[in-house]
């Protein structure tokens, strides 16, 4: 191991290209606090005792918290009358009877103070449990405690003081969409309705959250291509027109933001955890999202996992093929989505820890099961939560926040054993020094662990994010969606086929070179994106003010590109309905009357510029060799060509998967 690592990365970490434009001396500032390299067996131990010290800090912040909200509840049970609870009381003996407060417990517990009190000897400093002053000076000291809330918060910040500036001069002030007579007010940007809070309830009671991609494209119909939508606590800017979305990214300054999903970062503050680069911003997230990209963006990385993934596709077709076979003569008519799940979550365990977990097996590990459960849990908990302050409802214990605590925890579970195990045996390998015939790409956890270009806590926290932000859902579903157009449109089912077939003869079994001779694959993976994309929208608050469709858009504000009823506008594209990969095949091939200015943001699936999806090489390449092995072997037909009827769960997906039939193309004799 020790010598591949040498071979492998005996070129300069700084040649390697960074996938964000950044000039040489931008880049040279980024690397070169890192120049370290290699990790010793020594180095690699220490590493151990630090995860081991880490843990118990970790189980120490747990019982901390516990303590903090038994405490609080002790309170309020003594201020009732109600009885006592052995659970709280064991929490508080575990912190030695007495907790300090943070700023949000120490604000309810405030509120309940007189002045009088606060001031001068304190009854209420003498409750069990609680350390008033402590407590005080502590909500005073706080704010560093929220640093991921405290970015969605100065967001808001900005927005009010843009709002506040106004925008008084007519004309064209900002870039973006303006016609003569003057930019129109924020304010006066077509709205859904007033009051937030009773749109959210209309949203509740009318369960459009489920259909929310179907809302969007009904409201530009009725509004046209710019709209408002205020949604409880959330207030957005909607655009239709890839020229306003273009002119979006545009302002999104070196340290792009999206709508940051605020139970994902309550639950990591909650438990303590680190966040990785879905999570952070500004200077922390470039500085991990310069060094992932080396890892998981550059063509060079990505011609040395390519054979993990192949290896899992190949595997797949190769066990439906066996069913097919042992189920005789005939097709085999079957919903693949289980099947799928569990060969999108093997593909990722492969890339990211550089072994097999067994998921294609016969009997696959129950626990598997257990986290692909987990998975579902946590998108379904995610969507309500969004639109409801977490905190809140953390604080009054709401079934929907245990939910998601619980699926983030076995996530969060299963993701560090697998770290821990990948440490495991890579520390064994360079004590062993290494197996130098072993040139196997070795997974990112290793590639990482033996840079030591980032600190061990922020190595994990990204490995997490990688597999909880690329989890399985994410590809199984495209891919579903994938197979029910392909076998619906059989005219296209050939054409990719033919292609396929052609490209794998010339490049004479090399897979990467076949994938390149076959544009058609790409073009389905992007038109099954542009149908179907995994999610509808994606969000930036720009850095200055802007004009879009002219109106006055203020810095700060959340804008949104919706990219479902993008992917379906007929002025956008032509025939918008059609499953068609070609149109995405050079110039005026069909790509629809969207040309000119903004038409190359149309295809925006995996987001854009430095902020975008970070697991798209992987995913792009994962589905293509899925897609490219199944139709070697498969035709693939379906009973009903009826439109699929589509759900929104965080992740767009069939409200239920399409039963396809597959049917071996070369059949045993
Ligand atoms: C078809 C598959 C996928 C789609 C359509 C998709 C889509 C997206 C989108 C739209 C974003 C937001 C980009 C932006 O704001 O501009 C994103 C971010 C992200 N994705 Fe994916 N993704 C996919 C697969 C994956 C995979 C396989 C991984 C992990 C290996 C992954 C990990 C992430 C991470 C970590 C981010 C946050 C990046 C950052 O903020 O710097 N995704 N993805």
């Not at 009904?218 to 709209?227: A, M």
């Not at 680069?277 to 060079?300: H, I, Q, S």
């Not at 090489?617 to 009826?642: D, G, P, W, Y």
């Amino acid at each position: 191991m020790a010598s591949m690592v040498k071979s492998v990365l005996g070129a300069p970490i700084n040649l390697l290209s960074s996938c964000l434009s950044l000039d040489g001396k931008e880049r040279e500032q980024q690397s070169a606090p890192y120049r370290q390299t290699r990790r010793t067996a020594d180095e690699l131990r220490r590493y151990q005792e630090e995860l081991e010290e880490e843990k118990r800090k970790r189980a120490a912040h747990c019982e901390k918290r516990n303590g903090e909200r038994a405490a609080m509840r002790t309170h309020f049970r003594h201020k009732y009358q109600l009885a006592q609870n052995a659970k709280d009381d064991n929490h508080l003996n575990a912190v030695g009877g007495k907790a300090v407060l943070p700023r949000e417990l120490a604000a309810v517990v405030r509120s309940e103070v007189p002045p009088a009190q606060e001031r001068g000897f304190s009854l209420f400093g003498s409750f069990q449990g609680l350390d008033f002053r402590a407590l005080r000076e502590s909500a005073q000291n706080s704010s560093q405690q929220c640093r991921v809330i405290g970015t969605a918060e100065g967001a808001r910040q900005l927005r009010r003081t843009a709002r506040c500036r106004g925008f008084a001069e007519g004309g064209r002030r900002a870039g973006g969409t303006a016609v003569e007579g003057g930019v129109r007010p924020f304010d006066q940007i077509p709205s859904t309705g007033r009051s937030g809070w009773i749109n959210l309830a209309r949203f509740w009671k009318e369960d459009v959250f489920r259909t929310l991609h179907l809302h969007m494209e009904r409201t530009f119909n009725r509004l046209g291509p710019i709209y408002r939508e205020r949604l409880g606590s959330s207030d957005s800017v909607n655009l239709l027109l890839p020229q306003d979305i273009g002119e979006l990214f545009h302002s999104e300054g070196p340290h792009p933001r999206r709508m940051l999903l605020e139970p994902w970062a309550a639950h990591r503050e909650y438990r303590g955890h680190h966040c990785g680069v879905f999570l952070k911003n500004g200077a922390e997230w470039r500085e991990d999202r310069l060094l992932l990209n080396r890892e998981v963006m550059t063509p060079a990385v990505v011609m040395r996992f390519l054979p993990l993934l192949d290896e899992v596709a190949r595997d797949f077709v190769g066990r439906l093929q066996g069913r097919l076979e042992r189920g005789g003569r005939g097709g085999l008519t079957v919903d693949l989505a289980p099947e799928l799940f569990r060969f999108t979550l093997e593909s990722i365990c492969h890339v990211l820890y550089g072994e097999r977990v067994g998921l294609l097996s016969d009997s696959p590990n129950p626990e598997a099961q257990r986290f692909i459960s987990a998975v579902a849990l946590m998108f379904e908990t995610t969507l309500p939560l969004l639109y409801l302050p977490p905190r809140l409802l953390q604080r009054l214990g709401a079934p929907l926040w245990k939910q998601h605590v619980a699926a983030w925890d076995h996530i969060f579970q299963h993701a560090d054993e697998r770290v821990q195990s990948g440490y495991r045996k890579l520390r064994s390998d360079v004590t062993a020094g290494g197996g130098a015939s072993d040139r196997k790409y070795p997974g990112l956890l290793a590639e990482l662990l033996l840079k030591g270009e980032l600190p061990l806590e922020r190595i994990r926290a990204n490995i997490m994010e990688l597999m909880a932000g690329g989890v399985d859902t994410t590809r199984a579903v495209p891919l579903q969606f994938c197979l029910f157009e392909l076998a619906r449109t059989p005219s296209v089912q050939d054409s990719v086929r033919r292609q396929v077939q052609l490209a794998l003869e010339q490049a004479e079994g090399d897979v990467a070179q076949a994938l390149r001779a076959a544009p058609l694959l790409r073009g389905t993976v992007k038109e099954i994106l542009r149908l179907y994309p995994v999610g509808i929208s994606v969000q930036r608050y720009p850095v200055k003010d802007i004009v879009l469709q002219n109106y006055h858009i203020p810095a700060g504000t959340l804008v949104q590109a919706c990219l479902y009823p993008l992917g379906r506008s007929s002025s956008v594209f032509s025939e918008p309905l059609r499953f068609w990969p070609e149109r995405w095949l050079g110039s005026g091939s069909g790509s629809g009357s969207g040309s000119g200015s903004g038409s190359g943001f149309r295809s925006l699936a995996f987001g854009f510029g430095s902020r975008q999806c970070v697991g798209r090489r992987i995913a792009e390449t994962e589905m293509q060799l899925f897609l490219m092995h199944m139709l070697r072997n498969f035709k693939l037909e379906v009973k009903s060509k009826t439109d699929l009827r589509t759900k929104y769960t965080l992740i767009l997906q069939p409200e239920s998967p399409p039963p396809i039939t597959f049917t071996l193309l070369n059949p045993e004799p």
